[in-house]
């Protein structure tokens, strides 16, 4: 069965970094876009970041743009979402998706637990 695990959230200061991982399995990772999707608490799933197969191809919701850069290793079958410039904004839990096609609106097939990101002002 497919599994999505993630890692790397925390607690971290505004102006901080932090990296989360996200170990797949299950499926055939090479085949599959994957995605960061968050939710903060009272609001709604927010897609975050997007990479295509091969990686060539990235999309990123506007508000992350210039902070945060998806990345993937198809030999690790691992993607990461470096985030940089944390915001308290940026308060949420954080899923890891995964789905046959490219896209930037939530409706991926296969989710992670997801993972606790904390930015405390």
């Known amino acids: 069965q497919v599994q999505l695990v993630e890692s790397g959230g925390g607690l971290v200061q505004a102006g901080g970094s932090l990296r989360l991982s996200c170990a797949a399995s299950?499926?055939?990772?090479?085949?599959?876009?994957m995605a960061w999707i968050r939710q903060a608490p009272g609001k709604e799933r927010e897609f975050v970041a997007a990479?295509?197969?091969?990686?060539?191809?990235?999309d990123y919701t506007t508000s992350v743009k210039g902070r945060f850069t998806i990345s993937r290793d198809n030999a690790k079958n691992m993607v990461y979402l470096q985030m940089n410039s944390l915001k308290p904004e940026d308060t949420a839990v954080y899923y890891c998706?995964?789905?046959?096609?490219?896209?930037?609106?939530?409706?991926?097939?296969?989710w992670g637990q997801g993972t606790q990101v904390t930015v405390s002002s």
């Open positions: 990479i295509s197969w091969g990686g060539r191809t990235t």
């Open positions: 998706a995964a789905d046959a096609l490219f896209k930037t609106v939530i409706t991926y097939k296969y």
């Open positions: 299950g499926l055939a990772f090479r085949s599959y876009a």
